[in-house]
C-alpha cells in the first residue's frame, strides 16, 4: 500500500478544499476564514491585491507555513496531518524564480530530480524531456544568468513538475514579464489541464483571470468576498457597463448624484480620477443617465459603453484596484 493510500482520506472529489482557513501574523489576520472548493481539472483562479493574502494562502496549502486555524485537504488529504503526503500531490511555482543561478537550465532541472530521490539517468531524461516541452532546448546549458525573465518563469514552472503531481500551485506565474511571454506562458498552463493537472492559479491580472481561469475566487484583506465564473461575476455587476471621464475630476460627486437619481445606485469609481464605471441593466439606459448629466451641466470627455470586464467587479466588490498593496504581510 502506498503512502498516499494509506492516508486519511476526506472528500476525494475535490482537488482542494479548505474551511474557514486562517492565518495571523501578530494580531493582523493576513488569511481570515477563507473556503474554497476546486474542482479536479480545472482552473481556479485566486484574485486578489498585493497583501490581500493569496500567497498567504497557497503557502499554508503547499504545508510551507502552520495553519492556525480552520482546515485544508488536497485531493482528501488533510494539509496539516500529513504534509509530506500533500508535498507528493503538489507542485509549486513562486512568484519568484528557485533555480541556481550557477548552474545550466539542464543542470538545475537534473538537481531538483534528484533532490526528490529520482536516480541520476531517469533525472536526466525528465530534465531533456522538460526542456523540450518548455521551449528550452536551445539554450539547455546556457548560464541561467544569461536566461530572459520569460525563460526563468518557464524553467521555474518545468522544475515544479520534475514528478508529475496533480495539482499545480501558481503563483502570479506572469509577475514582470511582458505581453508575448505571458501569453506563451497562458499557454503552458491550458496545457498543463488539457494533461491532466489541476492547476490553483493566484493573480492581480485582472485579464488573466478572465482568460485562464474556470473559477476565481476574489480575496480581499484576507476574506473571500466573491466567487463565481468570470462570467457569472460580472453579470452580478450588470450587464452592460457605461464608462465615463469627466471633463473636471471635481465633479465626481455631482456625477454620482445624476447616476444615483436615475438609477437608484451608485457608480463605481476607478483609481482613475474622474473616471466613472456605471452599471446598467440594460444598455439603452445609458441615454437616461447622458441626458441626465448634460441637463444638470456635468460635462464629459469620453464615454463608452461595453459589457462589464472584471475590473468593474474588483471594484464593485472591494472599492479599490488590484494595485492597492497597503499590506506588506502577506510577503512574510
Not at 31 to 41: A, F, K, Q, S, T
Not at 225 to 249: F, M, W
Request: hydrophobic share 40%.
Amino acid at each position: 500500500m502506498s503512502i498516499i493510500e494509506a492516508a486519511p482520506r476526506g472528500d476525494t472529489d475535490l482537488a482542494v478544499r479548505t474551511e474557514g482557513l486562517v492565518k495571523t501574523f501578530g494580531e493582523h489576520r493576513a488569511v481570515d476564514g477563507i473556503d474554497l472548493r476546486i474542482r479536479p481539472g480545472e482552473i481556479f483562479g485566486v484574485l486578489g491585491p498585493n497583501g490581500a493574502g493569496k500567497t498567504t494562502m497557497l503557502r499554508m496549502l503547499a504545508t510551507l507555513l502552520k495553519i492556525d486555524a480552520g482546515r485544508a485537504e488536497v485531493f482528501g488529504v488533510d494539509v496539516a496531518g500529513n504534509p509530506h503526503v500533500i508535498r507528493q500531490l503538489v507542485g509549486v511555482t513562486g512568484q519568484y524564480a528557485s533555480v541556481d543561478e550557477s548552474l545550466t537550465a539542464r543542470e538545475n532541472l537534473w538537481l531538483f530530480g534528484r533532490l526528490q530521490g529520482i536516480a541520476s539517468p531517469r533525472a536526466r531524461s525528465i530534465a531533456a524531456e522538460l526542456l523540450g516541452q518548455f521551449g528550452l532546448e536551445e539554450a539547455a546549458d546556457k548560464p541561467i544568468a544569461q536566461f530572459s525573465g520569460g525563460m526563468r518563469r518557464r524553467l521555474d514552472l518545468a522544475a515544479s513538475l520534475i514528478t508529475r503531481p496533480p495539482l499545480i500551485f501558481l503563483d502570479e506565474p506572469t509577475t514582470g514579464l511582458d505581453p508575448r511571454t505571458r501569453g506563451q506562458m497562458w499557454d503552458t498552463i491550458r496545457y498543463l489541464v488539457a494533461d491532466g493537472c489541476t492547476v490553483l492559479l493566484t493573480t492581480q491580472y485582472l485579464d488573466e483571470a478572465d482568460q485562464l481561469a474556470d473559477r476565481v475566487a476574489v480575496i480581499d484583506h484576507g476574506r473571500k468576498v466573491a466567487e463565481g465564473t468570470p462570467d457569472e461575476l460580472k453579470i452580478a455587476v450588470g450587464n452592460s457597463t457605461l464608462q465615463l471621464l469627466l471633463a473636471d475630476p471635481d465633479e465626481v460627486s455631482a456625477a454620482s448624484e445624476v447616476v444615483r437619481r436615475v438609477l437608484g445606485s451608485d457608480p463605481v469609481l476607478s483609481p482613475e480620477r474622474g473616471r466613472l464605471n456605471v452599471a446598467l441593466d440594460q444598455a439603452d439606459l445609458a441615454a437616461d443617465v447622458l441626458i441626465a448629466l448634460r441637463t444638470a451641466g456635468v460635462s464629459i470627455t469620453s464615454v463608452s459603453v461595453a459589457k462589464p470586464s472584471l475590473d468593474e467587479v474588483f471594484l464593485a466588490l472591494t472599492g479599490h484596484g488590484t494595485d492597492d498593496d497597503s499590506s506588506t504581510e502577506e510577503n512574510r
